[in-house]
């Protein structure tokens, strides 16, 4: 792993508070912190933690909007021990209640009212035996938790940050696949760093940049290639809780934003909004972006219109901490388009069989990844990790996909059932677990069908249980009250029965052709 520099979260920030303290860390509303402010703020909630009873590898989930107070339990918690936990703010009371209950986490940090959820609320009637307390972000709650250390939680707190090893867990990141329940993703401190090190490094970012996070924090996006990436090479942290793509375009002539990374949506709605100025953009400078099949011209328009003089695409997963490859600065339109990049420095990836073997070059295969930015694993679930992981360390994704000559991989198909709507991945199999729990609902299958908007939105169908009378619009509202938004169905199909294979196996693919979504 890296050598030189900090090895740990805590150590990043303890480092840029000794190089450079008084330069700006983050403008949050009227927050405007220091680096000095931040790490001043990060030690007081340490030693609270500590007098809260958090040790070493115990959890701290996080369940909250982008802003200074999410960024400061995260680093406290870290400082403190601990592995944090993030949260996905469009999560349901019966989604955050599993990944709580299989993370085992102590604390939970939360927000009040968010986007019409009052999230304490949702978590009433979850049976949370591990979880010793909650906390609302800032509020009075949170300051009394503050203030609840003394001198020797936070002597215990410096203790423990300065005990902290690069190959410790700093985050466990739970993901969704194939068999419906949410796996926690593992991955150390030393790994968070140099991964994304190496991608800021790739990207041009440093100290005279002024960042503009709308991915949520509760993703790599927002987090490790966000506010952890701004720490890492002195920009400037700009939290916002929520896209509007008006507001983002005033922010970006009232705040001097250079940079903002984003799913593909969010470029294409300020490309649409009528308040688009090119003289509003003209500090932009870098902008990251990447899906599946993102158009030549959304490149050329971002460049063109928008004023990017750096447009870079990438691929990564959970499982990869983020980043698998990148684009590079003054790579064309089309390979920025067509293609998801060449390998981080250090990091392997090959176009493999489903035996394993590499294909000959150009050729289709299951996209395999080893180095070190491979997760440490799945939390408590050794099986699936040795699943992911050959014994010769590769991680095999699940992806499909090509390599050309000069090692520039582009995704071409899923071999899993996964799809992304507006930039969040959405597994069916977790879907299909959700509405399962629906009264009135015998059989389901959930597949992911195009949507001009967000590129694909779930489409399910439905068989009733026996004399049970499904209504499409009250089936739909049960879903928004059951899962996260951009996981309902925005299609419900009411049938007799599903098609399936002669072993019973549902034919996906029969769901997704037109017929299907007739």
């Not at 150590?11 to 450079?20: I, K, M, N, P």
């Not at 300065?162 to 867990?169: E, F, M, P, S, V």
């Not at 699940?398 to 991945?425: A, E, P, Q």
């Amino acid at each position: 792993m890296q050598t030189g520099g900090p090895q740990t979260l805590p150590g990043v920030l303890a480092s840029a508070a000794a190089t450079r303290g008084a330069a700006l860390a983050i403008e949050d509303g009227a927050r405007r912190w220091s680096v000095r402010d931040l790490k001043a703020a990060v030690d007081r909630a340490a030693a609270a933690f500590v007098a809260s009873g958090v040790g070493h590898g115990d959890r701290v989930a996080v369940w909250a909007p982008n802003g200074a107070d999410w960024i400061v339990a995260a680093l406290g918690a870290q400082s403190a021990g601990a592995a944090l936990v993030p949260l996905n703010t469009r999560l349901k009371g019966r989604e955050a209640g599993v990944i709580l209950r299989r993370s085992g986490a102590k604390v939970l940090c939360h927000s009040g009212a968010f986007l019409g959820l009052d999230y304490a609320r949702l978590l009433e009637g979850e049976d949370l035996p591990r979880l010793a307390a909650r906390v609302e972000l800032g509020t009075p709650q949170w300051e009394a938790f503050l203030a609840r250390a003394g001198e020797g939680d936070a002597r215990e707190a410096a203790a423990r940050t300065a005990a902290l090893r690069g190959d410790d867990i700093a985050d466990i990141m739970f993901t969704s696949g194939t068999t419906g329940e949410p796996k926690g993703v593992m991955s150390s401190h030393a790994q968070d760093i140099r991964v994304f090190s190496e991608w800021s490094a790739i990207c041009g970012l440093g100290p005279d940049d002024r960042y503009l996070i709308v991915n949520p924090f509760f993703h790599a996006f927002g987090y490790k290639a966000g506010w952890l990436s701004c720490l890492l090479t002195g920009a400037v942290i700009l939290p916002m809780a929520v896209f509007d793509a008006g507001e983002v375009i005033r922010r970006i002539a009232d705040d001097r934003v250079s940079v903002l990374p984003g799913p593909p949506t969010l470029f294409q709605s300020m490309l649409a909004h009528p308040a688009l100025d090119r003289a509003r953009t003209s500090t932009l400078r870098i902008a990251v972006t990447g899906a599946a099949n993102v158009p030549v011209s959304l490149i050329e328009r971002m460049r063109d219109e928008l004023g990017f003089s750096t447009v870079i695409t990438g691929y990564g997963l959970t499982e990869s901490t983020g980043t698998v490859s990148m684009c590079r600065p003054g790579d064309d339109p089309e390979t920025i388009a067509r293609s998801c990049g060449t390998a981080l420095p250090g990091v392997e990836v090959r176009i493999a069989d489903d035996a394993g073997r590499e294909v000959a070059g150009g050729a289709e295969g299951e996209v395999l990844v080893r180095g070190y930015n491979v997760m440490q694993g799945y939390l408590d679930d050794p099986a699936a990790t040795a699943a992911a992981i050959d014994a010769d360390g590769w991680l095999h994704t699940g992806d499909i996909g090509t390599m050309d000559s000069r090692g520039y991989l582009r995704i071409t198909d899923r071999k899993k059932d996964m799809f992304i709507v507006g930039g969040f991945n959405c597994y069916p199999a977790e879907i299909e677990s959700l509405i399962s729990a629906h009264p009135q609902v015998a059989q389901v299958a959930v597949v992911g069908i195009p949507d001009e908007r967000m590129g694909e939105v779930a489409a399910a169908w439905v068989v009733p249980r026996a004399g049970a009378v499904i209504d499409t619009a009250a089936f739909t509202a049960w879903c928004r009250d059951n899962m996260a938004n951009y996981k309902v169905p925005r299609q419900v199909h009411v049938v007799g029965a599903l098609p399936t294979t002669a072993s019973g196996k549902v034919q996906r693919f029969a769901l997704r052709a037109p017929q299907g979504a007739a």
